[in-house]
């Protein structure tokens, strides 16, 4: 299986600051990396595919980047509304999540 | 626009099996995989199969001897089925569309299943 590893664990930060969140392979995937908001209660929404493409009807303050095993999910200006819980999946083998990045606002 | 929605038992007895539906509706999901994934509590996503629309199948090395995905005639009622259920399986199970590029672009809400006696 390929593990993948998501930092930090969790994260507080105001509105209008500038986040980002890892997710690291345990080996190359390629551009093969998708990333998901999930908030309470509600199933994971999908933000982010094949590294970079953004999901039809997500905001542009979301954005996605790398390849091979680093990957970065940025927020340029976080929002009240963006508060949730973040998992990064790789669909370059059977498919794994990393561990989701909580992200709660200050 | 297609939507997805799960069905089945909220609680299941350990030892016996889990059995849910995911109801396709509002169209089909042609050139693309049915999957299950499901959430334990306070934890992450885990991916327990899916079948291609032609009806070829993967799963889980961890799930595959206690895994079954089938569908119906009509393709609009995929089915899963866990045997031999644990505590460790009390999870939220999702159905969700995975495209051809990998990744899941729609889920059904999700479904509770607790395993207890």
């Known amino acids: 299986d390929i593990r993948m590893t998501q930092s930090p664990s969790s994260l507080t930060a105001s509105v209008g600051d500038k986040v980002n969140i890892t997710c690291r392979a345990s080996?190359?995937?390629?551009?093969?990396l998708n990333w998901y908001q999930q908030k309470p209660g509600q199933a994971p929404k999908l933000l982010i595919f094949?590294?970079?493409s953004l999901q039809s009807g997500v905001p542009s303050r979301f954005s996605g980047s790398g390849s091979g095993t680093d990957f970065t999910l940025s927020i340029s200006s976080l929002q009240l509304e963006d508060f949730g819980t973040y998992h990064c999946?790789?669909?370059?083998?059977?498919?794994?999540f990393g561990g989701g990045t909580k992200v709660e606002i200050k | 626009q297609v939507q997805l929605q799960e069905s089945g038992p909220g609680l299941v007895k350990p030892s016996e099996t889990l059995s849910l539906t995911c109801t396709v509706s509002?169209?089909?999901?042609?050139?693309?995989?049915l999957s299950w994934i499901r959430q334990p509590p306070g934890k992450g996503l885990e991916w327990i199969g899916y079948?291609?629309?032609?009806?070829?199948?993967d799963y889980n090395p961890s799930l595959k001897s206690r895994v079954t995905i089938s569908v119906d005639r009509t393709k609009t009622q995929f089915s899963l089925n866990l045997t031999s259920v644990t505590a460790a399986d009390t999870a939220v199970y999702y159905c969700?569309?995975?495209?051809?590029?990998?990744?899941?672009?729609?889920w059904g809400q999700g479904a509770q299943v607790t395993v207890s006696s």
């Open positions: 999946h790789q669909s370059y083998g059977k498919p794994t």
């Open positions: 079948m291609y629309y032609s009806g070829s199948t």
């Open positions: 509002g169209g089909s999901i042609s050139r693309s995989y």
């Open positions: 969700a569309r995975r495209v051809l590029g990998g990744e899941f672009d729609l």
């Open positions: 080996e190359t995937i390629s551009y093969y």
């Open positions: 094949a590294a970079s």
